[in-house]
T-cell receptor
Framework: DAKTTQPTSMDCAEGRAANLPCNHS???????VYWYRQIHSQGPQYIIH???NNETNEMASLIITEDRKSSTLILPHATLRDTAVYYC?????????FGPGTRLSVLP | EADIYQTPRYLVIGTGKKITLECSQT?????MYWYQQDPGMELHLIHY???????EKGDLSSESTVSRIRTEHFPLTLESARPSHTSQYLC???????????????FGPGTRLLVL
């Protein structure tokens, strides 16, 4: 079973920030938080990952709470091409377990 | 961008045929994976490999088999295709010694299989 909980779906206006939450209350100290997205059933695309600190790259920012029980993926300026299913995964040393994810719809 | 390739991208085949789905990566990654995904549903891991001559079964039972004779190549075979095998098959790879920590997986574009 997936060790994360995400909302089933979210909408975001084009040009605004999209904030996607993820709960992982049972995360252990050495487990990473990973985010992927899948557009139109293509292969999942890696976005970002982190352990304890907040992370930023050219695609997104990852904010992890101090107790590590939840995180937020931030797409700073959502475009229509960001419409996809977003998966939050916790991982250490085993294999990824994909849950149903959040279906993000970016609206014009 | 990840250098991982899958062929064919689409395959329509009759019941009882033997099929092999190809997956190759040029990143020198040790670990490779096969996932199965039905339309609108979650990805499920069906096979993985830690390296040459290593194959393991994933969380979802599958009638398919895999082999890993070369680091870059991880083909999946169905000896006798059935309509229940209709699905999308996604291949991925990761570096066991990922310097960023964790084990980032990079996915291929997938193969959509339809068995009539």
């Amino acid at each position: 079973d997936a060790k994360t909980t995400q909302p089933t779906s979210m909408d975001c206006a084009e040009g605004r920030a999209a904030n996607l939450p993820c709960n992982h209350s049972t995360i252990s100290g050495n487990e990473y938080v990973y985010w992927y997205r899948q557009i139109h059933s293509q292969g999942p695309q890696y976005i970002i990952h982190g352990l304890k600190n907040n992370e930023t790259n050219e695609m997104a920012s990852l904010i992890i709470t101090e107790d590590r029980k939840s995180s937020t993926l931030i797409l700073p300026h959502a475009t229509l091409r960001d419409t996809a299913v977003y998966y939050c995964i916790v991982f250490h040393g085993q294999n990824f377990v994909f849950g149903p994810g959040t279906r993000l719809s970016v609206l014009p | 961008e990840a250098d991982i390739y899958q062929t064919p991208r689409y395959l329509v085949i009759g019941t009882g045929k033997k099929i092999t789905l190809e997956c190759s990566q040029t990143m020198g990654h040790d670990k490779m994976y096969w996932y199965q995904q039905d339309p609108g549903m979650e990805l499920h891991l069906i096979h993985y490999s830690y390296g040459v001559n290593s194959t393991e079964k994933g969380d979802l039972s599958s009638e398919s088999t895999v082999s890993r004779i070369r680091t870059e190549h991880f083909p999946l075979t169905l000896e006798s295709a059935r309509p229940s095998h209709t699905s999308q098959y996604l291949c991925a790879s990761s570096d066991l010694f990922d310097r960023s920590g964790g084990e980032t997986q990079y996915f291929g574009p997938g193969t959509r299989l339809l068995v009539l």
